[in-house]
């Protein structure tokens, strides 16, 4: 039976073939692929001496035979008459480009199976990849905003001889913004073992779909700590570039299909902000191969930007406040709002009761500043419900707080809370005519609120004004509710919260 990766007719083979990256020039030869350093010095990469060259192409076959064993045959030499020295050669057995994924997304090939079987090994690997103080200290919040901070200093300076883009700059405001309240949630990561040595540098045009199993090739090997990750950082670089390849979808699918076999409860918004890292980087690649004179890299460049500032939105950590008066809906719309965004939900009707020791369906119904609802109830509820929603924000997630907020106290604690946390602070306020409000109230089944009309109107007559929410008619459909609401969240795009949804789910 022959070998996977070798033709049965040589007569078939193709013929030789030379490609071009900024830093290596490749040889494809009948069943075999040459690959020479190129002498160049990019700031990042030095490889302007025969040494370094020989020894970046050894480590290049060490670490890629993690990956693809039987693809990395050993280092080779080409030798040219009259020179001292023979060049070191990366030496591998040629793959079939039409089973190339980044061929078969082209395609439109079925790719569903490739992208299962790709993120299964990816975890597998992940699963026992070495890991230790030194791998674990690249994963820190300072270490993920050096990487950022060299990387805008490299963009920057290659602007300064000529026009520079509008998107880095928010990009520089998007991502300082994200990390700078996110300590525990990198501190969380490497507690739980996430921050390994993985692959770096995932491309889809560099995995090849066979019948036994993907080969995942060319691994990132000039630089140990660019190749020590976060295990999602890892895999967002494939997300990355299936999104450039036109296949959102398969993006969203490879991630969750990752998130499942690493069991991986990850944050939507950590998925976001490594797919932005993993696009600027390659934009930076880009503008780099632009000034080389390759065809095309300034346009990829820019594409590579976008993509960047569209995650980085995306990855906003939020604080939004659904407020209103019993039976205007927002317990509904809360719900509705929390799961577009991907975000966790947190009502003061069911966290009062937990804090009572009674289940959220029991009723406690009582008068207005009576019972669970005196005003050192209240208190205590916002403080625990601030609490825990400070809590959640500061390991990257986004949180829905449904209450009432008639109390301007409670709302600038809100503010103070989402401003410790470098969150974005929203307000939403439903309304709706009395008359509706009341026949809800009369109607509604027995849940987590216990409030009735008197008390409702006890609660109208105390609310203090609050011009900075974002007033919403909860009178008609759901939908037009949430779409209002999804319009001031989301301002710049609603539908990308729906990008990525939480591990274990299909993409919606």
């Not at 071009?20 to 001496?49: A, N, Q």
């Not at 500032?309 to 709002?337: C, D, F, I, M």
Request: glycine letters at 6%; a negative charge.
């Amino acid at each position: 039976m022959p070998e996977p990766w070798r033709r049965e007719d040589p007569a078939t083979a193709q013929p030789a073939d030379v490609r071009e990256t900024h830093t290596s020039v490749v040889f494809f030869v009948e069943d075999h692929v040459y690959k020479r350093k190129k002498p160049v010095d990019l700031g990042f990469v030095d490889y302007t001496t025969w040494s370094s060259r020989r020894a970046v192409c050894e480590r290049e076959i060490e670490l890629n035979r993690r990956f693809a064993p039987d693809v990395y045959m050993g280092l080779g030499e080409l030798r040219t008459p009259g020179e001292q020295g023979a060049e070191p050669l990366v030496v591998m057995r040629r793959m079939p480009d039409d089973r190339r994924l980044s061929h078969l997304v082209r395609t439109g090939a079925p790719v569903e199976d490739a992208l299962r079987a790709v993120a299964r090994e990816l975890a597998a690997w992940h699963a026992v990849a070495p890991r230790g103080p030194g791998i674990a200290a690249q994963g820190t919040r300072e270490a993920l905003t050096s990487r950022w901070e060299a990387n805008f200093a490299h963009v920057d300076a290659m602007a300064s001889d000529g026009p520079r883009p509008d998107e880095p700059a928010e990009v520089e405001r998007l991502v300082r913004r994200y990390l700078a309240g996110r300590t525990p949630l990198f501190d969380l990561r490497i507690e739980q073992g996430r921050v390994l040595d993985g692959h770096g540098d995932l491309l889809a045009d560099d995995i090849f779909c066979l019948d036994d199993g993907p080969r995942i090739l060319d691994c990132l090997e000039f630089d140990d700590r660019l190749r020590y990750v976060d295990g999602l950082d890892d895999a967002a670089f494939l997300a990355m570039d299936l999104e450039q390849l036109g296949a959102p979808e398969s993006a969203a699918f490879f991630l969750a299909q990752y998130s499942e076999y690493s069991a991986d409860a990850a944050p939507p918004s950590l998925w976001h902000h490594y797919v932005a890292y993993r696009a600027f980087v390659r934009a930076k690649v880009a503008m780099i191969r632009a000034r080389q004179g390759a065809p095309g890299a300034q346009a990829a460049a820019r594409r590579l930007l976008l993509t960047a500032l569209r995650h980085l939105r995306a990855s906003a950590v939020g604080l939004t406040l659904v407020a209103g008066l019993p039976g205007t809906g927002k317990s509904t719309l809360s719900g509705a709002l929390a799961d577009r965004l991907g975000a966790v939900l947190l009502s003061s009707d069911r966290v009062r009761k937990e804090m009572a020791g009674l289940s959220s369906q029991h009723t406690a119904a009582a008068d207005y500043r009576e019972g669970l609802y005196t005003p050192e109830w209240t208190a205590r509820t916002y403080a625990e419900l601030l609490d825990r929603a400070a809590a959640l924000l500061a390991v990257g997630e986004s949180v829905v707080l449904d209450a009432s907020w008639i109390d301007s106290a409670q709302r600038e604690a809100a503010r103070q809370t989402a401003e410790h946390a470098h969150a974005d602070l929203v307000a939403l306020h439903c309304h709706v005519p009395a008359d509706l409000a009341a026949a809800r109230l009369n109607t509604r089944s027995p849940g987590a609120s216990d409030a009735d009309v008197g008390v409702a109107d006890a609660m109208a007559a105390e609310e203090q004004p609050w011009p900075e929410a974002v007033s919403v008619d909860t009178s008609g459909a759901l939908g037009s509710a949430v779409a209002q609401a999804l319009a001031s969240v989301r301002p710049w795009g609603a539908d990308q919260a729906k990008v990525f949804r939480r591990p274990y789910m299909e993409p919606g």
